[in-house]
Each structure stands twice: as C-alpha cells, then as structure tokens.
Nanobody
Framework: QVQLVESGGGLVQPGGSLRLSCAAS????????MGWFRQSPGKEREFVAAISRSDGSTYYADSVKGRFTISRDGAKNTVYLQMNSLKSEDTAVYCCAALRASSYYNGPLGPVHTSPKIYTYWGQGTQVTVSS
C-alpha cells in the first residue's frame, strides 16, 4: 500500500510560481511511475505530467509544456511539480498519483499515461488558485 500526501498549493498571482510536493510512504518509492493531475469545478480530471520510475523520463500535457517541470527525489520519497508562468486557467485541485508497482504501464511514458484510470494510488490533493 502507498500513501500520497500533497502540499505546496496556495494563492498566486498570474505569472507567478509554485512548487507542489507529493510525499510517498509505504513501499519503495522508486518502484512507482508517478503522475500529477488537476481538476477544476465542473470539469473532468486532467492530466498534467508524469515521470517514469525507471529512467526519470517525463511526459507533459501540451497546456503546461515549457512552464511546468516534474521531478523526483528518491532519497526523500517525494515527487515535485514546479509550476512557472502560472495562468488563471491553471487554477484547480492538483493531485498526485502512482501506478501499482506491478502495473503493465510501468514502461516508456506515452499517451496512455494521461489516463487517470491506469493509476492505482491517489493523494487528497492541494488547491492552487491563480488570481490577481
């Protein structure tokens, strides 16, 4: 079993930056491919970014590419989402997620990793509000 706890959300002005953290506990952290998703009121959950368990390769939604960076620190069992040049449309609850260690999808990252259905473990989320 894996427990995920997000932190780092808050209120920021357009153009500002935030760094979200997702602390994992349970089994060996490096066994999991991790993802970040977000959800706004009235909208479906949206993929943001993913990072591979094997080589640290990354995959991003087009809407955040060039502005957001996903990374992981194995020693701290934590995955990060650095968000720069924030826009009002980035306002959402951000959740981290992890694949099961035995998941078929623990391979090269691709479009399949944008689906929340393949992720087994989820955190509770942290609110990000971008507003002046």
């Amino acid at each position: 079993q894996v427990q995920l706890v997000e932190s780092g959300g808050g209120l920021v002005q357009p153009g500002g930056s935030l760094r979200l953290s997702c602390a994992a506990s349970g089994r060996t952290f490096t066994s999991y491919t991790m993802g970040w998703f977000r959800q706004s009121p009235g909208k479906e959950r949206e993929f943001v970014a993913a990072i591979s368990r094997s080589d640290g390769s990354t995959y991003y939604a087009d809407s955040v590419k060039g502005r957001f960076t996903i990374s992981r620190d194995g020693a701290k069992n934590t995955v990060y989402l650095q968000m720069n040049s924030l826009k009002s449309e980035d306002t959402a609850v951000y959740c981290c997620a992890a694949l099961r260690a035995s998941s078929y999808y623990n391979g090269p990252l691709g479009p399949v990793h944008t689906s929340p259905k393949i992720y087994t473990y989820w955190g509770q989320g942290t609110q990000v509000t971008v507003s002046s």
